[in-house]
């Protein structure tokens, strides 16, 4: 006798997984989307065929082994998008959600130039776009740069773009080698804002054994895990305009280095922002410090 939904979802209690992961890896196993978890609970004593049942166990037993729920059901919701997700680009974490928050309320408080040009935004380190997308649903007067060193990256953002008819300009290198003279925009290209979530997990911290599956080039930063984060600092001093703010995720633990980093270039109204948490997750500054 077959096995029904309701025996194999019941299974999953056994497992470390919550059961809505049991639930949305049953939808993706039955071609069904993830909206439909009432049609799963009325049709619990439904059959699968052999083939659902061994895709869901397969299904189970990789999100046993570590890898995102997203990477599995190929896609994943973000700041009210949803996005495509593979293993081209990290998972997007509701942290992240913080530095939208912060990131569209710079943009609010700060009208166009007076000069009549657009806001010009860079995303940094752009992965699946998630960052750069959110800003421009939300902004969409904002001109969107999302920047990579990945092409394998760039070309899912780029999907997640179309897929959302949001428009983003997108540069291929390593930080701000694409606005150096010879780079793909050139040298003098400067931004009211610029963003990034750059890889900042030390080379040996414990929390890696978990995110085995993602990019490790996108987690992994020497020194600490603060090298990108210093790099990305020094240089946006030649990349904003006047009154501009860079903004940056971190670890829950480097605020202080990071404020110390800003506050050592010239950046004013150095501050953090705290996750739903309580963790310090993001800090920012205004270029230069202004009298």
Known sequence: MRTTIDQALHGVKTTALTALEGQLLMLHALGRSSEQRAWLLAHGDEQL?????????????????HMPLSYLTGH????????????????????????????????????????????????????????ALALKAHCPECTLWALDKSQEALALAKQNAQDLALELHFLHGHWFDAL????????????????????????????????IHEPRE???????????????????????QPGAWLLLEHGHDQGPQVREILAGLGFGFVQTRHDLAGIERCTGAQWPKMK
């Open 180 to 211: 150096r003279p010879g780079g793909e925009v050139g040298a003098g290209k400067k931004f009211d804002l610029i963003v990034s979530n750059p890889p900042y997990i030390a080379p040996k911290d414990p929390h890696l054994a978990h995110l």
């Open 76 to 131: 994943k919701e973000f700041y009210g998008l949803k996005l495509r997700i593979d293993p081209r680009a990290l998972d997007p974490r509701a942290d992240t959600e913080t530095l939208v928050d912060w990131a569209l309320e710079r943009l609010k408080d700060n009208p166009p130039h007076a000069r009549g040009q657009d806001r010009h935004v860079l995303d940094m380190g752009t992965g699946s776009g998630a960052i």
């Open 49 to 65: 065929s052999d083939k659902e049942h061994a895709c869901f166990e397969d299904l189970v037993k990789k999100r046993l082994n």
């Open 218 to 240: 996108a987690l992994v930063a020497q020194n600490e895990g603060l090298s990108d984060l210093i790099e990305i600092c020094k240089q946006s001093v030649l990349h904003l």
